[in-house]
């Protein structure tokens, strides 16, 4: 099929394309994500099929505003509306339990839900619109980081889909935190924009899954279904250096091989002359790592380093979520700098 290019004021051609069951990809303020009606099951397949997403792991609803949570949702604690008072619109979902109106194609089965409302003025613009709970999961190819511009996007995607919208490079960088309400205390499932710190001080308590900082072993069952998957894995295995950002950088120079490539902070470029470069940002700005972490592992897929060594944050704020898409791009084979 022919992918069709809207801009961001083409509002009203996406959301027709969302009516009428097709497959759209929709900015959003932390990645680009695959958008289809969420209570039409046949949409909802062909987003699994475009991305040659395993059929167990669920996708999430995005909706205008958190006065939408009770018609997809039951036995909603009251959490969920003080989270959805300081954080929504923006880059959080919340793990609620559904009603039957959800179908089983978008929650793979479970009784719990995903519900996000996005803060991207383009993609709130289309759910006003489409009038609809959009269905979508981040919209790359299952396998590969997640698209932050709609050239990425199409990258994985021309061809595949019916149009795109471009609203421009994602702000946030890497996709949404997620929390699930429907444990005491709530449990953080995927690290993000909305920050650990920031719900702590919110909920009191909160859990984070071991899947966040460690490999799960082959008989556990994570959590977010999405999690056993090795997700964000570029062609090259990744070594990611812990460590201060000095003595990091210095430890992948005395360890680098003529083949390998570097994501590193950008004070430390110069170091590495010679051998390919993504730098992701200055020593001390979490936040521009996480906009950048995903296009520099999706550049290294269209060379053939050997290896990529990647200097990474501190796990802390939004540090944490660069931290964990980094280590999930590496299997988790990290090493410290002494
Ligand atoms: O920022 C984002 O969240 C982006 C944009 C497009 O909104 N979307 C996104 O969706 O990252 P996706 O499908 O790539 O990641 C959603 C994750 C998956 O790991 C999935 O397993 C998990 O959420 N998930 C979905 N529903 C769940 C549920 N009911 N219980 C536990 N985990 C769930
Ligand atoms: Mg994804």
Redesign the pocket.
């Known amino acids: 099929m022919q992918t069709l290019r809207l801009n961001a004021g083409q509002v009203e051609e996406a959301a027709a394309v969302l009516r009428r069951g097709g497959l759209l990809g929709?900015p959003?303020e932390?990645?680009?994500?695959l958008g289809a009606n969420g209570l039409d099951e046949g949409a909802v397949g062909r987003i699994f099929a475009a991305k040659g997403r395993p059929q167990d792991?669920?996708?999430?609803l995005?909706i205008p505003s958190a006065d939408r949570l009770e018609r997809y949702c039951r036995d909603i604690p009251a959490a969920a509306y003080v989270l959805a008072g300081r954080f929504w619109p923006g880059?959080l979902?919340m793990?609620l339990r559904r009603k039957p109106l959800v179908p089983d194609a978008v929650?793979a089965g479970?009784d719990?839900?995903?519900m996000?409302c996005?803060a991207h003025p383009v993609c709130r613009a289309i759910l006003a619109a489409a009038d609809l709970p959009v269905a979508?999961?981040?919209?790359n190819t299952s396998g590969r980081p997640?698209p932050t511009t709609a050239a990425d996007m199409l990258e994985d995607m021309d061809g595949k889909i019916d149009a795109i919208v471009d609203g421009g490079p994602c702000a946030v960088g890497v996709?949404?935190t997620?929390i699930?309400l429907t444990e005491r205390p709530p449990r953080l499932?995927?690290p993000?924009g909305v920050t650990l710190e920031e719900l702590e001080a919110v909920l009191g308590e909160v859990a984070v899954d071991p899947a966040v900082t460690r490999l799960m072993g082959a008989g556990e069952k994570p959590?977010?279904?999405?999690?056993k998957y090795r997700h964000y894995a570029p062609k090259a295995p990744v070594t990611v250096v812990k460590g201060a950002p000095a003595q990091a950088a210095r430890y992948i120079r005395r360890h680098i091989g003529d083949a390998d490539g570097v994501i590193c902070f950008n004070e430390f470029v110069p170091l590495f002359e010679g051998h390919p470069v993504e730098p992701i940002g200055p020593a001390g700005d979490p936040a521009e790592h996480a906009r950048r972490v995903f296009d520099a592992l999706r550049y290294f897929d269209g060379t053939d380093v050997q290896r990529i060594w990647a200097q990474c944050p501190d796990p802390v704020g939004i540090g944490l979520a660069v931290s964990n898409r980094l280590n999930k791009a590496a299997g988790f084979h990290i090493v410290r700098a002494e």
């Open positions: 929709i959003t932390t990645v680009y994500g792991n669920p996708l999430i995005h880059p979902t793990i929650t479970l719990t839900v995903g996000r996005p979508a999961p981040s919209g997640s996709e949404s997620i699930d499932l995927r993000g959590r977010a279904p999405g999690m």
